[in-house]
């Protein structure tokens, strides 16, 4: 089998052939596997809801990061400076085996998406886990930070350079994250300007009620 049901679920972004593909998927598997997967899914939030620890995945921070990164299907200098990281795809700066791209260098929509999602998976949300309060977020909150994260680097929270959202973030003060965001943009910068309305837009994702 080439993919897993719980990446489809993870990539799941209500676009029409992906409706379509859940729909086929309901009408053609057996009425009991699935009633004994609703029960042994069901089963699993409640227990894990009992210590505040669902795992969320950060789905809504999907489309900020593709919004903002734009997806580029030939190798580019990173913008702010106009040398490495090389950069392709929806702002990937390394391939699936973790070697480095080059200027020249090109790739498939389908390999873009491909390595966006393993990005995401392997090096950002195994970092993003290890955050404070991380599993009482909700969905928003976390998409917020995974968009944050993925422009700013993975291992942002500790980083003395990010000592500001870094506090917030540990003392759960959640009413002062969209401004600490917001303080991370870059000034006086050629690149303030797009950080900044992405700082802006993560702050109100956070704010965002599920």
Do not use: C
Not at 37 to 66: M, T, W
Not at 87 to 114: C, H, V, Y
Not at 173 to 199: F, H, I, M, Q, S
Request: charged residues 25%; glycine residues 6%; neutral net charge.
């Amino acid at each position: 089998m080439s993919i897993k049901f719980v990446d489809a679920a993870f990539w799941y972004d209500q676009k029409q052939h992906q409706i379509a593909a859940w729909d086929y998927l309901q009408e053609n598997v057996d009425p009991k596997v699935l009633e004994e997967f609703e029960k042994l899914y069901r089963n699993n939030a409640i227990q894990n809801s009992v210590d505040s620890k669902i795992p969320f995945h950060p789905l809504p921070g999907l489309k900020l990061i593709k919004k903002y990164e734009g997806l580029r299907l030939n190798a580019y200098y990173d913008p702010l400076t106009g040398g490495l990281p090389v950069t392709i795809g929806w702002g990937s700066t390394q391939r699936l085996n973790g070697s480095p791209f080059m200027i020249g260098d090109k790739i498939t929509e389908e390999e873009a998406e491909q390595l966006l999602r393993q990005t995401i998976l392997k090096k950002f949300l195994p970092n993003l886990e290890k955050i404070p309060h991380w599993n009482s977020m909700n969905p928003n909150q976390q998409g917020a930070l995974l968009s944050f994260a993925y422009n700013l680097g993975a291992n942002f929270y500790g980083d003395q350079n990010f000592s500001t959202i870094t506090r917030v973030l540990k003392n759960r003060e959640w009413n002062k994250v969209p401004d600490a965001l917001y303080l991370y943009r870059n000034p006086g910068t050629k690149v303030e300007e797009g950080l900044a309305k992405r700082r802006i837009e993560e702050g109100k994702l956070w704010e965002t009620p599920v």
